[in-house]
């Protein structure tokens, strides 16, 4: 079993430290990696933080639009992608991903109910699930319901052949358990 993460962001950040102190190697890669096409990186999974679609904290989405065909082929050969909230009503806010999402910006704490037969259910263990702090929730998606909150999901799952995508507007870090199986497999994906 590999384990290893890249976590993209325009700098580094206090997430990428609690990654590593998780067990993880993980790699910065900025927005003008993903979008330069000779950049290469093996990984088991890839990360990104809340307020990538919000131009106030981030550069992100203009190069995950631009990458869209390389994280769709990353996925597809089994690569495991971790988004968080777009913190951003942008209507294009997660075109870039293979599948069909809409999101709506709304801040705060939600009591979130969680079917526990995903293994991405483990996100948020040992948190108490009836005051978890959310940017926001889904109004239109294609994939399936991991949590939600008043029947609004906050967090999705969907495969697209040997790999996995999870969108969540949850505003916590991931639990240690979620995150060392998250990035855990046979083999590292080329990016």
Known sequence: MTCRAGIIWDSKILF?????????????????MIAAPFYRG????????????????SCLLPALKASASRIRRFVS???????FGAASER???????????KYRHAYGGR???????YPCAALLEGYDNSNIECDGYFTVNEASVVASSCGNPVMISHHI??????????HEYPSRTF??????APEETLF
């Open 16 to 32: 990428s430290r609690y990654i590593e102190e998780c067990g993880i190697p993980c790699e910065h890669i900025t927005p003008h």
């Open 42 to 57: 093996r990984f088991v999974a890839l990360i990104i933080p809340t307020g990538f679609a919000n131009s106030d904290y």
């Open 179 to 184: 995150l060392k199986n998250f990035c855990s």
């Open 111 to 117: 009591n979130l109910e969680f079917d526990q037969g």
């Open 91 to 101: 209507d294009d806010a997660y075109s870039w991903l293979p599948i069909r999402l």
């Open 161 to 170: 052949g040997r790999g996995e995508i999870v969108v969540t507007t949850v």
């Open 77 to 83: 050969e089994g690569g495991r992608l971790l988004v």
